[in-house]
């Protein structure tokens, strides 16, 4: 079974700076996708970025990039320039793509970021 | 609006009652899925589908049943309440081809009392 670990259940960053939220996994699958969402307070699930196992190049969505280390199993997402509008929940998911357990995503635990202005 | 419907948006139940949550989406996605939301952890599959007619168990199925009829709906049935289901219960939709993009609903906040 795959699993998503999210070691920093809260971090607060100053409006305008830099954060780093931090995601590892575990699977011996190599078929495989890596997703990052927000949950603002409406609850609503929201996609920032999407990463394939098979590229090698990071992600990356206007403000949000990716640090995907494939080898060390690892998925981070980097903020820059944080907006107010930032304050959420993020989760990090996980999916297969073939075989057994595909499109079934496995979600962290969540780490809650307030953007402090 | 293309999407995933989620109704109610929020629910209060007694224990021992049963209530059916309605997930309806008009994308044409083949693959379909509940999730339950707990404080401190994060989102677990509950039940998904893979097509009309196909239903399988995620990581929590017990005291939820599903089936799936047509492909826009996947209706979640709670078969006897209990307070342990208190949660926000999330449906998800997607094509079952890549780039994998999945569709929530809005949630729906359930109570048991």
């Known amino acids: 079974a795959q699993t998503v670990t999210q070691s920093q259940p809260e971090m607060s960053v100053q409006e305008a700076e830099t954060v780093t939220l931090s995601c590892t996994y575990d699977?011996?699958?190599?078929?495989?996708?890596l997703f990052w969402y927000k949950q603002p307070p409406s609850r609503q699930m929201i996609l920032v970025i999407r990463?394939?196992?098979?590229?090698?190049q990071n992600a990356t969505e206007n403000r949000f990039s990716v640090n995907f280390q494939k080898a060390a199993k690892s998925f981070s997402l980097k903020i820059s320039d944080s907006q107010l509008g930032d304050t959420a929940m993020y989760f990090c998911?996980?999916?297969?793509?073939?075989?057994?357990?595909?499109?079934?995503?496995?979600f962290g635990k969540g780490t809650k970021l307030s953007v402090i202005p | 609006n293309a999407g995933v419907t989620q109704t109610p948006k929020f629910q209060v139940l007694k224990t021992g009652q049963s209530m059916t949550l309605q997930c309806a989406q008009d994308?044409?996605?083949?693959?379909m899925s509940w999730y339950r939301q707990d404080p401190g952890m994060g989102l677990r599959l509950i039940h998904y589908?893979?097509?009309?007619?196909?239903?399988d168990q995620g990581e929590v199925p017990n005291g939820y049943n599903v089936s799936r009829s047509t492909t826009e709906d996947f209706p979640l049935r709670l078969l006897s309440a209990a307070p342990s289901q208190t949660s926000v219960y999330f449906c998800?939709?997607?094509?079952?081809?890549?780039?994998?993009?999945?569709?929530f609903g809005s949630g729906t906040r359930l109570t048991v009392v």
């Open positions: 990463q394939e196992a098979y590229k090698q």
């Open positions: 998800a939709s997607s094509y079952p081809t890549v780039p994998l993009s999945y569709t």
């Open positions: 699977t011996s699958e190599s078929n495989y996708y």
């Open positions: 998911a996980f999916t297969l793509y073939s075989g057994a357990g595909s499109y079934q995503l496995t």
């Open positions: 589908s893979v097509g009309a007619g196909i239903t």
């Open positions: 994308m044409n996605h083949e693959y």
